[in-house]
């Protein structure tokens, strides 16, 4: 893997080129896509995924269900790094030429599952992990997750599932930036203590700071070491909006669209 | 008809579904805790492939689609209403969008369609399933009329990759079909009577009222066409078209809403797109619920369509 500092450098890289995107499509869901940029970057770069782009069914690749679709458009950049697929398709977003759309589908090398629609993805991946499972393949089952997406009852149905059926290699990776679109979660339905929530449903549960790339590191590496017949999950503390002063602790960021010399004079400020 | 054995479709299913197993390890069996008699020795013998989700239908589909796509065929059996309507939204977006670009070969097994929870009451009948299941893309309907096609269904839905939905009746019922041709499952519709003016074409349990009500009409003067649609969608309308053509009226039985897109509707749309001369008539349930209780020709009598509305109704539209 690359050093922390190298992780942290790729981090800033993703954030520019997020917000170009923003900037070719401004219908792109952008603070829900700066806050996990980390995650991204450490799953990616930090060595803790396996996959191959060359081959985006080769059968031991951990799969990796974005649920949070429109919030994954920072993984695009990384995509095109890895050779998924050519980096000139980022400029064609949304365009009818590209298959890069505002909320990423199955033709995207790389996304296994259609998540525009919240609340799928974890059972989804209850599925593949027993699948897994049972054809003997020693690979992990990583879910994204928003913590506003945990308001989905259908989450907890496969909560349930996980813990029961002894999922050891499904990590839920929850996105904890504290917002849906229409404010802050505290003030909707109160979804913390999450970490609490889940050890109660029998999951091996931690929370860490999502912006601190060797921390992250650290928390993630330590789940997949875990030798615990448990579901994982992992509640990352992030800030919606992270790096754009405009959308950070902006209540309406979630639907906030960013004018393009605003996005100019922000790339300028950073390096 | 040679064999009239009665047997629940879900239990012809199911134990099909046993024998396929025993031989093809890659066949799961998921419930939301419904069972059913012959669901418990598959439950004993394949206790890996055997899976209870629980009173859980949205991660029932959810949890179908994951192992799906790592290439299992799975069955997930739920009561019918609950299956196509708890779940509708996990049904559209994991099955019919995925597998437009995904293999997905998930089953659906709805138990209890139409009325055939008779007393159960509103929330137990299933009627708005032929409309709803029948919009989304990519997912075969089968809606059989009774456990001898049910059963031949299974082996097409291991070899058909793809997401299907099977409306299988709750009661107990007689055998229908007759043997090897009596179902093609790319076809679709079985002509199980020729008639000369007039014909019904019905699905599922109305079959059974089609055949009958068809029976007690013929006579020298008068036969009744009677045709079994027992795949809804995909249609092959030219074949079903080129089969009814020669009719001056049809009925469409259905143990199902009206008007609003079910087997009606598809028929109704074959004729309007041809310009056909044919005259249509719907039988079904009208736009209400029922909150009475009774039998199932009562129930379909509250909508105009027990076994005597339909000889009534025949009668008034053919010759004597």
């Known amino acids: ?271 | 008809m040679s064999n009239v054995q009665i047997k629940a479709m879900r239990d012809s299913v199911i134990d099909e579904i046993y024998n396929k197993m025993h031989g093809n390890n890659r066949i799961f069996f998921i419930s939301a805790d419904l069972g059913a008699p012959s669901l418990d020795r598959l439950r004993k013998d394949f206790k890996d492939r055997f899976i209870n989700v629980g009173i859980a239908e949205q991660n029932l589909i959810n949890v179908s689609t994951g192992l799906a796509l790592e290439g299992f065929t799975v069955y997930a059996y739920a009561i019918a209403s609950f299956i196509t309507m708890r779940a509708y939204e996990q049904i559209r977006t994991n099955l019919a969008l995925s597998s437009q670009h995904k293999e997905i070969n998930v089953n659906l097994i709805g138990a209890g369609s139409g009325v055939s929870y008779d007393v159960s009451g509103p929330s137990h009948h299933c009627i708005e399933d032929i409309t709803i299941m029948r919009a989304l893309p990519n997912i075969l309907f089968f809606s059989p009329s009774d456990w001898f096609i049910a059963e031949k269904f299974v082996d097409f839905s291991i070899n058909t990759k793809g997401p299907k939905y099977m409306r299988l009746d709750g009661k107990p019922l007689p055998r229908i079909h007759d043997g090897a041709k009596s179902f093609d499952f790319k076809k679709g519709f079985c002509e199980l009577a020729k008639g000369d003016e007039v014909c019904i074409v019905s699905t599922g349990y109305m079959t059974h009222k089609a055949l009958k009500a068809a029976k007690e009409l013929c006579g020298k003067d008068r036969k009744i066409g009677v045709i079994d649609l027992y795949i809804l969608k995909p249609v092959d309308e030219d074949l079903l078209f080129n089969t009814l053509k020669r009719y001056k009226c049809i009925i469409t039985i259905e143990e199902a809403f009206i008007n609003k897109g079910g087997l009606d509707s598809l028929i109704s749309n074959m004729i309007s797109r041809r310009n056909a001369n044919i005259r249509l008539i719907s039988l079904g349930f009208d736009d209400r619920y029922i909150f009475k209780f009774g039998n199932r020709d009562f129930l379909s009598a509250l909508s105009n369509f027990s076994e005597e509305d339909i000889i009534r109704v025949i009668e008034e539209n053919s010759k004597r």
């Open chain 1, 1 to 271: 893997m690359k050093s922390f500092k190298a992780l942290k450098e790729k981090a800033q890289w993703v954030r520019r080129e997020t917000l170009k995107l923003h900037k070719y499509a401004p219908g792109t869901r952008l603070a829900s896509s700066l806050s996990d940029i980390e995650i991204f970057v450490v799953l990616y770069y930090g060595g803790i995924l396996r996959y191959n782009p060359k081959n985006v069914k080769w059968d031991k690749r951990d799969r990796f269900i974005i649920s949070k679709g429109h919030g994954a458009i920072s993984l695009y950049p990384i995509l095109a790094d890895l050779k998924f697929f050519s980096k000139s398709e980022l400029g064609k977003i949304g365009s009818k030429n590209s298959f890069l759309g505002i909320i990423p589908d199955t033709l995207i090398p790389g996304f296994e599952t259609i998540n525009g629609s919240l609340g799928h993805g974890l059972g989804v991946a209850c599925g593949i992990a027993l699948a897994l499972k049972l054809k003997g393949i020693d690979r992990n089952v990583f879910v994204l997750s928003g913590d506003g997406e945990l308001n989905e009852g259908a989450v907890w149905e496969a909560v349930m599932f996980a813990s029961f059926h002894k999922l050891s290699n499904l990590i839920l990776i929850v996105d904890n930036n504290k917002m849906s679109m229409l404010g802050y979660q505290k003030e909707i339905l109160g979804m913390e203590p999450l970490k609490e929530k889940f050890k109660a449903f029998h999951w091996k549960s931690e929370e860490v700071d999502g912006h601190n790339i060797a921390q992250l590191h650290k928390a993630l590496n330590n789940l997949m070491k875990d030798d615990s017949d448990q579901p994982k999950v992992l509640v990352v503390n992030t800030c919606k909006g992270k790096g754009v002063p405009g959308l950070e602790n902006n209540p309406i960021c979630h639907v906030k669209t960013l004018e393009a010399d605003e996005i100019d004079n922000i790339l300028k400020g950073c390096k």
